[in-house]
């Protein structure tokens, strides 16, 4: 299937998959961290010990738990764009980070526009992900708000935001979509998860 035959990315084949794992993933996280507390909760007063192990699991949990909440809700914006932008092959770059800073990706979408997205919700290394094809990316949304990348295939859907937020008019070309799946406010800002 060619991505010209294509109206949104939801009907290439790979994509829907991609987007199941991805909901299995994210879930997985979920439960990963709020199972331990959950389990440790109703062992208070039944098992020796239970309220310090609930005590140290929250200590080492609470800092994550909100992240991997919000991203499992958010994968439904993930979703949304899939089933609104067809995807486009653009080739991309990825900038040198210092540890511990954002993954970014570098997209020429124009001449005189570069847009350098932030990979949402935790830093993944695209280029090494099943990918045929480091130096090229798949794209589905808007390139002024962010959107959805891929390696080549739409098999390993990510959601996108600008690295820097910035303001945009509203209105214009694009932007009722882009309103419509949720990659920008009313106010013209971009979401950031």
């Not at 990963?32 to 239970?50: D, E, Q």
């Not at 092959?89 to 570098?106: L, M």
């Not at 350098?116 to 130096?135: G, K, M, S, V, Y």
């Not at 080549?152 to 694009?174: D, K």
Request: net charge positive; charged share 20%.
């Amino acid at each position: 299937m060619s991505l010209a035959l294509i109206k949104v990315a939801w009907d290439h084949a790979p994509t829907p998959v991609g987007y199941k794992r991805l909901t299995i993933r994210r879930l997985k996280w979920v439960l990963s961290l709020g199972g331990p507390p959950l389990i440790a909760l109703v062992c208070i007063g039944r098992v020796p010990y239970a309220g310090t192990a609930f005590a140290m699991i929250i200590v080492l949990v609470a800092p994550y738990l909100p992240w991997v909440i919000i991203a499992f809700i958010r994968r439904h914006r993930v979703r949304a764009v899939l089933r609104a932008y067809p995807w486009c092959e653009w080739p991309c770059q990825y900038p040198r980070r210092p540890p511990g800073s954002p993954a970014t990706i570098a997209i020429p979408f124009r001449e005189d526009f570069t847009a350098t997205l932030r990979i949402l919700p935790f830093p993944i290394a695209l280029a090494q992900l099943e990918n045929d094809h480091p130096d090229r990316i798949w794209f589905a949304g808007d390139p002024r708000f962010g959107g959805v990348v891929s390696p080549v295939g739409g098999h390993y859907p990510v959601r996108v935001v600008p690295h820097t937020p910035r303001r945009e008019e509203c209105g214009g070309e694009g932007f009722d979509l882009a309103r419509r799946v949720g990659l920008v406010r009313a106010s013209g800002k971009a979401t950031r998860t």
